[in-house]
């Protein structure tokens, strides 16, 4: 026969139950609480807020203009911009190769700029713009004393001037930094021919075409020509030496040396 279980023995057990089950809803409640009541105390505090905006690498724009660019400001909360935005954003500005943007400690942001590396000077009555190697130009309005890149004059044409600076990007660099002037020979709309002014002072007069191919070759030729007084070196077919007493004097012959000093 089954055992009869009297519904007040039960009751102890159905309390507990009933209990618990009021325990965990409280709990849940307590717990969906204090995390509504701590996001509205993070997003109201400072620590939800932009606490520090570094710029690296600005050397065309200021800091400070990059920093405009971006929207970002120190009391923009942190979450509600795109990363994604900002780099497109200041991808677009002038001078501009690559950005990177990061947050750092959750509350900084840092702001990592790459530019187009600048390969030369335009000078045009006084005034100078940097020929960046993108082949594009960027106001510079004087020249920087620290800068090593070429002064380049007469090279109105935006296809001439690429041409060269895909001929410099290709050089060596410690032939690159000895170009101190750089002039278009001739109508500039058709010509490829250069003269080029070197701080060891030798002039060269080469070809756009193969500037970079016959530059590789200089060392090894101003080496040759020390015991020779400063001259010409003309790179445009072959390579041939005329001293300046001769290129630019009253004499008769041309002394000319070959590269291999014959």
């Known amino acids: 026969m089954d055992k009869v279980i009297d519904i007040e023995e039960r009751i102890p057990s ?54 405009e660019q971006s929207g970002l400001t120190l009391d923009k909360p942190i979450w509600s911009f795109s990363i994604g935005s900002i780099e497109e954003t200041l991808g677009r500005v002038e001078g501009v190769k690559k950005v990177s943007v990061s947050r750092k400690w959750f509350r900084d942001i840092e702001i990592a700029i790459t530019e187009w590396k600048t390969v030369a000077y335009l000078e045009d009555g006084g005034q100078y713009s940097l020929l960046l190697e993108s082949g594009e130009t960027f106001p510079a309005g004087i020249l920087l004393p620290e800068a090593e890149s070429p002064v380049l004059n007469n090279f109105k044409n935006p296809d001439t001037r690429k041409r060269l600076t895909a001929q410099l990007l290709k050089m060596d660099d410690n032939v690159y930094r000895l170009i101190s002037e750089i002039i278009v020979v001739g109508d500039e709309k058709d010509s490829d021919s250069i003269t080029v002014y070197m701080d060891d002072g030798f002039e060269v007069r080469a070809f756009i075409s193969t500037f970079a191919e016959k530059m590789a070759y200089y060392p090894d030729i101003t080496a040759q020509l020390n015991s020779y007084e400063k001259g010409v070196i003309d790179m445009e077919v072959g390579t041939f030496f005329t001293p300046f007493s001769k290129a630019y004097g009253i004499m008769e012959e041309e002394d000319i040396v070959d590269e291999e000093g014959e």
Do not use: C, D, W
Not at 37 to 48: C, G, M, R, T
């Open 14 to 67: 159905l309390r507990e139950k009933r209990r618990r089950k009021t325990n965990k809803k409280f709990l849940f409640m307590l717990t969906v609480f204090v995390i509504a009541l701590l996001a509205i105390l993070y997003f109201q505090s400072p620590l939800s807020k932009v606490g520090e905006i570094t710029v690296s690498g600005a050397v065309l724009h200021e800091e400070a203009f990059y920093k």
